[in-house]
């Protein structure tokens, strides 16, 4: 009877607790699962512990390269996606100009894009054109910056518009000319916004199964690699690959939530003087 | 540098745009074209030829209006099931989680974190026919001596209500978090019961988040193919997965390329009608 009263007035929080629950219940069972040491081909079934697979993490063929594959395609289209993407957002956001509309539609449709219809359209492209394109690293890369550069821009945007312009006005009034205004003041101001826009972006280049699908002919990324095991039987290997990305992911996005957290700090106390 | 754009202003905003136009232009509007002309090609692989096939369109609707009908059933159970999970929670991080906030939305971007077919398959290991979710319920009699929960519609719509959640909760967390907590107090104030502050001040408030929120998750939700092929059947199979099958299996690019446009179509009638619904000015923003 205790009990139930007490869920009664907390029911909110406890309902809130089950759902991050739910959340966290799959990445856990990832987790998990990397330190089992299963009985037969499929890793589905609670075994006993082991280290082994952490250990031997390297030991199914074909995972190296994949993931090598994953991370390369990732930083290289991250940062031309970054470049373009802040460079669009100053555009958009800064100055008024004819077709200032158009160029927000265009940012906003691939987002509001079927990524199956995204990857599709591409491999049409890329087929009709064997003469340019040849399926493989570089068509992924093409196909990972024209999905990524959309949210770097509405990402960066974001900041933008609730930049204070102030600072720059006073580097001018101070003499200095746009490009080292821009260099010096508007840039590190943005840069935790970059930052987070970048990260955003290298999450979702390294997570992307669909369209990199399409676009990678017989080239494997690491999602393209478990989509092939997967028809088979995934080995343990994977979750420890994915854990760990996981753990890196995680590490970097509380960093990244420290930072802006000592940022404000910074300029509450600026603001105090 | 700096002298170039103080001499032509007018040009800056379409150089520093130029690049990214550029590309989305080639890679995204331009392959659009292509799906379209491909779409209305016949012939069998690898000699297609242009012929205005308008039939393809009709074939492809008569054949496969199964999995497209599917495909927007799940989506929008899916979407529903999301609002309903996401709502409270976010609610509670928004006006309950105090300085554990930040923290909070963490843990709901973290699946994020793990590659989206992994934490799918993540849900074989959790309905497997020997885990414990179907131990328990085949224990407390929901599920029969032999029922099982993979390969059902249910896991393949639960696995797509995971993997597009965070979809639905970050959109609604952003609208949440903007409201003034002192119309909260004018509510009271004025002797609004609490219910009556969140149907007549919070709830209309966070309608943008609503919207945003729901057209993030059905509209990825209507495409996938994913969930059905890990934790479905040829039974749960949507139109994800009959567009997949064209293109890479069966070459067969002409129906593969107008299903793509079915399925856009089908999106946009959608969309429409919900704008209509919603009022349009709220979906534009």
Same mark, same amino acid.
């Given at each position: 009877? @205790?009990?139930?009263?007490?869920?009664?007035?907390?029911?909110?929080?406890?309902?809130?607790?089950?759902?991050?629950?739910?959340?966290?219940?799959?990445?856990?069972?990832?987790?998990?699962?990397?330190?089992?040491?299963?009985?037969?081909?499929?890793?589905?079934?609670?075994?006993?512990?082991?280290?082994?697979?952490?250990?031997?993490?390297?030991?199914?063929?074909?995972?190296?390269?994949?993931?090598?594959?994953? =991370?390369?395609?990732?930083?290289?289209?991250?940062?031309?996606?970054?470049?373009?993407?802040?460079?669009?957002?100053?555009?958009? #956001? @800064?100055?008024?100009?004819?077709?200032?509309?158009?160029?927000?539609?265009?940012?906003?449709?691939?987002?509001?894009?079927?990524?199956?219809?995204?990857?599709?359209?591409?491999?049409?492209?890329?087929?009709?054109?064997?003469?340019?394109?040849?399926?493989?690293?570089?068509? =992924?890369?093409?196909?990972?910056?024209?999905?990524?550069?959309?949210?770097?821009?509405?990402?960066?945007?974001?900041?933008?518009?609730?930049?204070?312009?102030?600072?720059?006005?006073?580097?001018?009034?101070?003499?200095?000319?746009?490009?080292?205004?821009?260099?010096?003041?508007?840039?590190?101001?943005?840069?935790?916004? *970059?930052?987070?826009?970048?990260?955003?972006?290298?999450?979702?280049?390294?997570?992307?199964?669909? *369209?990199?699908?399409?676009?990678?002919?017989?080239?494997?990324?690491?999602?393209?690699?478990?989509?092939? *095991?997967?028809?088979?039987?995934?080995?343990?290997?994977?979750?420890?690959?994915?854990?760990? *990305?996981?753990?890196?992911?995680?590490?970097?996005?509380?960093?990244?939530?420290? !930072?802006?957290?000592?940022?404000?700090?910074?300029?509450?106390?600026?603001?105090?003087? | 540098?700096?002298?170039?754009?103080? @001499?032509?202003?007018?040009?800056?905003?379409?150089?520093?745009?130029?690049?990214?136009?550029?590309?989305?232009?080639?890679? $995204? +509007?331009?392959?659009? %074209?292509?799906?379209?002309? &491909?779409?209305?090609?016949?012939?069998?692989?690898?000699?297609?030829? $242009?012929?205005?096939?308008?039939?393809?369109?009709?074939?492809?609707?008569?054949?496969?209006?199964?999995?497209?009908?599917?495909?927007?059933?799940?989506?929008?159970?899916?979407?529903?099931?999301?609002?309903?999970?996401?709502?409270?929670?976010?609610? !509670?991080?928004?006006?309950?989680?105090?300085?554990?906030?930040?923290?909070?939305?963490?843990?709901?971007?973290?699946?994020?974190?793990?590659?989206?077919?992994?934490?799918?398959? %993540?849900?074989?290991?959790?309905?497997?026919?020997?885990?414990?979710?179907?131990?328990?319920?085949?224990?407390?009699?929901?599920?029969?001596?032999?029922?099982?929960?993979?390969?059902?519609?249910?896991?393949?719509?639960?696995?797509?209500?995971?993997?597009?959640?965070?979809?639905?909760?970050?959109?609604?967390?952003?609208?949440?978090?903007?409201?003034?907590?002192?119309?909260?107090?004018?509510?009271?104030?004025?002797?609004?019961?609490?219910?009556?502050? $969140? +149907?007549?001040?919070?709830?209309?408030?966070?309608?943008?988040?609503? #919207?945003?929120?729901?057209?993030?998750?059905?509209?990825?939700?209507?495409?996938?193919?994913?969930?059905?092929? +890990?934790?479905?059947?040829?039974? &749960?199979?949507?139109?994800?997965?009959?567009?997949?099958?064209?293109?890479?299996?069966?070459?067969?690019?002409?129906?593969?390329?107008?299903?793509?446009?079915?399925?856009?179509?089908?999106?946009?009638?959608?969309?429409?009608?919900?704008?209509?619904?919603?009022?349009?000015?709220?979906?534009?923003?």
């Amino acid at each position: 009877m @205790r009990l139930w009263r007490f869920v009664k007035r907390h029911m909110l929080t406890v309902y809130a607790l089950l759902v991050v629950g739910y959340l966290m219940l799959p990445i856990v069972v990832v987790i998990l699962f990397s330190f089992n040491d299963p009985a037969g081909r499929f890793n589905y079934v609670w075994q006993k512990f082991t280290l082994d697979n952490w250990a031997d993490w390297d030991g199914v063929l074909g995972l190296r390269e994949a993931l090598i594959t994953s =991370i390369e395609v990732g930083l290289l289209a991250t940062l031309v996606a970054t470049v373009l993407g802040v460079l669009m957002a100053l555009a958009i #956001v @800064r100055h008024g100009f004819r077709g200032r509309a158009s160029a927000n539609v265009l940012v906003f449709l691939p987002m509001s894009t079927p990524e199956i219809v995204l990857g599709a359209s591409l491999l049409t492209l890329f087929l009709n054109m064997t003469s340019v394109f040849s399926l493989g690293f570089w068509t =992924i890369f093409i196909a990972h910056v024209m999905f990524i550069v959309s949210f770097i821009v509405v990402t960066v945007k974001a900041r933008l518009i609730g930049f204070d312009r102030h600072l720059e006005e006073a580097a001018m009034d101070l003499g200095a000319n746009e490009w080292t205004t821009f260099r010096k003041i508007t840039l590190p101001l943005l840069a935790p916004a *970059i930052f987070a826009a970048a990260l955003l972006g290298f999450a979702l280049s390294i997570d992307d199964f669909v *369209i990199t699908y399409f676009a990678a002919g017989g080239e494997q990324t690491f999602p393209v690699f478990v989509w092939g *095991i997967a028809r088979v039987s995934v080995p343990p290997q994977v979750n420890v690959v994915a854990s760990a *990305i996981f753990l890196v992911a995680i590490g970097l996005a509380l960093a990244n939530v420290l !930072w802006q957290f000592r940022q404000a700090r910074v300029e509450r106390g600026a603001r105090a003087i | 540098m700096g002298s170039f754009f103080h @001499r032509h202003p007018r040009l800056t905003p379409y150089l520093l745009l130029a690049p990214g136009v550029a590309w989305l232009v080639v890679f $995204f +509007l331009v392959p659009l %074209a292509f799906l379209g002309y &491909q779409s209305l090609q016949s012939g069998i692989f690898p000699n297609f030829e $242009f012929t205005w096939e308008f039939s393809n369109f009709s074939d492809a609707l008569s054949d496969y209006r199964e999995q497209l009908f599917r495909s927007f059933l799940y989506a929008g159970i899916t979407t529903v099931a999301c609002l309903v999970l996401a709502y409270p929670l976010v609610y !509670w991080i928004a006006f309950r989680a105090g300085p554990w906030r930040n923290l909070f939305l963490l843990f709901i971007i973290a699946p994020f974190f793990v590659t989206y077919l992994i934490r799918t398959l %993540a849900w074989l290991n959790i309905l497997a026919d020997e885990g414990p979710v179907v131990g328990l319920l085949r224990a407390i009699n929901v599920l029969d001596e032999d029922g099982r929960l993979l390969a059902t519609t249910f896991a393949v719509v639960s696995g797509i209500t995971y993997n597009f959640l965070p979809f639905m909760a970050l959109p609604l967390y952003v609208s949440l978090e903007q409201i003034d907590g002192r119309l909260l107090e004018a509510a009271k104030d004025l002797y609004a019961s609490p219910a009556q502050a $969140f +149907l007549r001040v919070t709830l209309p408030l966070s309608a943008p988040g609503i #919207v945003a929120g729901t057209l993030l998750t059905f509209i990825p939700a209507s495409g996938d193919f994913i969930n059905a092929e +890990l934790l479905g059947t040829p039974k &749960q199979q949507m139109i994800g997965n009959v567009i997949q099958a064209k293109f890479l299996e069966s070459l067969d690019y002409p129906t593969a390329a107008s299903l793509s446009f079915i399925l856009m179509a089908a999106i946009l009638v959608t969309l429409l009608v919900y704008a209509k619904i919603v009022g349009a000015e709220k979906l534009t923003g």
